[in-house]
């Protein structure tokens, strides 16, 4: 696949390309001091001078809140919500695609959930590599890496003046080549630079020792390694909320006399209702079972059920929790 490049300057009269094209593009715009993948309409003032996002861009392939279909008298109206338009993702950090990649795996295989799916083929994903990793960030030692391609449809490498684009999926080289009068293909110069920008990036962010993870968290049921976090544990759910590969939900029927909607809603697994019988009885009944939970779904069963530990890390847990709880203290031996 061939990268091309296209100056700075020029990015404008990309995203008014985009946008004509039928596509809804979301980039990096500064608002209140934060930039946020936001909606572009016309003139978009991009700032690619972020680390990362601070929401994950997940809400775009499972919305916070969802409805799934109406229905009236107990009859099906509507099988769902209307079918999404054509997006463009323009700006994720290779983490955040890396989750969607892990997401997929979940929702793609049998039985495929066509909620998300519509999403995820309606919407192309352009990650900016990352030059300067935060402190909290661990992508390296889960498998990741700061130029990572998995999840995503190209790759934006910024190269001072231009920005190089490669496409790394069919549809992004197919999507890239519409815009040929705009781009030029990148020299073997050009390749290298990015080249050294992704090794750069990695050989600064530190490797934690967890290769064995999967194993060692497999034998970690009964451990006592829950008990310091699960004891300064809050159970708000915000390291859920913020994760990127975090993907509990719950569906509740919501009725108005004859009308009414199933909704699909985020819910979290550190939460004590969340495994709440009706019969009172709840299996995780203490802040110890379910910060367990969470580990153990991320770097035990998701190896089991999935192959790939489900974290990308992306450090938000660590950095939103209110208790300052690291879950590298946890997980590293
Ligand atoms: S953010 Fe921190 S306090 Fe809140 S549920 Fe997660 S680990 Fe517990
Ligand atoms: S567990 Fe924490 S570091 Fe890992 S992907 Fe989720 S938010 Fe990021």
């Not at 992508?139 to 496409?167: N, R």
């Not at 050294?196 to 962010?205: T, V, Y």
């Not at 009885?281 to 910060?291: A, I, S």
């Not at 990308?312 to 847990?317: D, K, M, P, S």
Request: net charge negative; charged share 30%.
């Amino acid at each position: 696949m061939t990268a091309k490049t296209i100056e700075k300057e020029k990015l404008t009269e990309l995203a008014k390309a985009i946008i004509a094209g039928g596509f809804r593009l979301y980039g990096p715009v500064r608002t209140g001091g934060e930039v946020a993948l936001t909606e572009v309409t016309e003139e978009p003032e991009f700032d690619f001078d972020y680390r990362n996002f601070k929401t994950s861009p997940k809400e775009f392939f499972l919305p916070q809140s969802e409805v799934l279909c109406r229905f009236c008298r107990g009859e099906l109206v509507e099988d769902a919500a209307s079918a999404p338009e054509k997006k463009v993702l323009l700006g994720l950090r290779p983490c955040d695609a890396r989750a969607l990649w892990l997401m997929d795996k979940v929702f793609l295989e049998e039985p495929e959930d066509v909620y998300y799916k519509e999403n995820r083929d309606k919407t192309l994903v352009v990650s900016a590599a990352c030059s300067s990793p935060e402190a909290t960030c661990f992508c390296t030692s889960v498998g990741g890496s700061p130029a990572g391609a998995e999840g995503s449809d190209i790759l934006l490498f910024d190269l001072g003046e231009t920005f190089l684009l490669e496409p790394v999926s069919e549809p992004g080289e197919e999507f890239l080549n519409q815009f040929s009068k705009i781009t030029k293909d990148a020299t073997k110069k050009q390749i290298s630079e990015k080249e050294k920008i992704a090794e750069e990036a990695a050989s600064r962010m530190e490797k934690l020792p967890l290769d064995d993870a999967a194993e060692r968290f497999a034998k970690a049921f009964d451990s006592d390694i829950w008990k310091a976090p699960s004891q300064r544990c809050l159970g708000c759910g915000i390291c859920t909320y913020f994760c990127p590969t975090c993907h509990c939900f719950d569906v509740t029927d919501e009725t108005l006399r004859e009308n009414g909607r199933r909704v699909r809603t985020w819910d979290s697994c550190m939460y004590s209702l969340f495994t709440l019988h009706a019969s009172g009885h709840n299996p995780r009944p203490t802040q110890n079972e379910r910060v367990r939970q969470r580990f153990m779904h991320k770097f035990s069963y998701s190896v089991e059920n999935c192959g790939e530990l489900f974290c990308v890390g992306c450090g938000r847990c660590i950095k939103h929790c209110p208790v300052n709880i690291d879950l590298r203290e946890v997980i590293v031996p």
